[in-house]
């Protein structure tokens, strides 16, 4: 199906929109209660019933809407972002080196790439301890970081690998983590919209689309804040990570099986 398709598709009936904008208020969910999770898990169930490259452009404005407001509180911006510069330089070159190489995200094998991403991220998620990083090897560490992160995704859309590895790595504060999150977010959102255009694959409607979604993804974030206060994160965290397993593991199979 292209975008054209998919524009097509949504215009066809309120189940179709119910759907996704569904899809978009259970991200935003997870989003306001772990302060990540949206474009991943937007991604993820859209790319079950549509091309990978027509999920990505919808998620762009809900993404880059909710990633800026993450960037809170301003005064501490600028030296987050002077210390995080050369991944973010990274994050752009990556992504739009992959775009040009592979499509953004429409190259061959993208669905099974995103399932494997997905369980990839689910495991460390899972598993895996923090590690630390040395201040010294931050210098070359952040931007090969970021190049990977790009071509990550430039190839599936998801673009929480290696990247938020790399940004608890860095023993960060609770509250520098959340806005350096937010920031690399946010330049791997418009990357992948840069790429998406660059490629033909943002149209207006789809545009007008994602714009659209950014209601039921802000309602979701309220609602997530809300279960914070009364659901114990990890427990949270933990339902989020396997559930990412399962649908990874869900889309791998249906690739090698067609």
Not at 10 to 17: H, K, N
Not at 21 to 28: D, E, K, M, N, Q
Not at 179 to 190: D, E, H, I, N, R
Request: glycine share 12%; proline share 5%; net charge positive.
């Amino acid at each position: 199906m292209s975008n054209s398709d998919l524009v097509a598709f949504t215009g066809q009936g309120a189940a179709v929109w119910a759907l996704v904008a569904a899809v978009f208020t259970l991200a935003g969910t997870v989003k306001g209660v772990i302060g990540l999770g949206l474009p991943t898990l937007s991604m993820a169930l859209l790319a079950v019933w549509m091309p990978p490259a027509a999920a990505a452009a919808l998620l762009i404005v809900p993404s880059l809407v909710t990633n800026v407001w993450q960037l809170q509180p301003w005064g501490t911006l600028s030296r987050i972002t002077r210390r995080l510069a050369g991944m973010q330089t990274g994050i752009v070159a990556g992504t739009l080196m992959g775009a040009w190489c592979f499509g953004a995200p429409a190259g061959a094998g993208a669905t099974m790439a995103l399932g494997v991403s997905l369980v990839c991220y689910a495991a460390w998620g899972l598993l895996a301890r923090p590690l630390k990083v040395p201040a010294s090897h931050e210098c070359w560490l952040g931007p090969l970081a970021g190049v990977l992160t790009g071509g990550i995704t430039a190839v599936t859309g998801v673009f929480v690998l290696p990247a938020v590895v790399y940004l608890q790595s860095l023993e960060l504060s609770r509250d520098e983590l959340i806005q350096a999150m937010g920031l690399s977010f946010t330049t791997s959102t418009v990357a992948l919209g840069l790429a998406l255009a660059g490629q033909g694959g943002y149209s207006a409607p789809l545009l007008g689309v994602s714009l659209a979604m950014l209601v039921p993804a802000i309602a979701g974030m309220a609602l997530g804040q809300w279960v914070r206060m009364r659901l114990p994160v990890p427990v949270f965290k933990r339902c989020f990570f396997t559930g990412l397993a399962l649908l990874g593991i869900y889309m791998v199979l249906r690739e090698i099986h067609r």
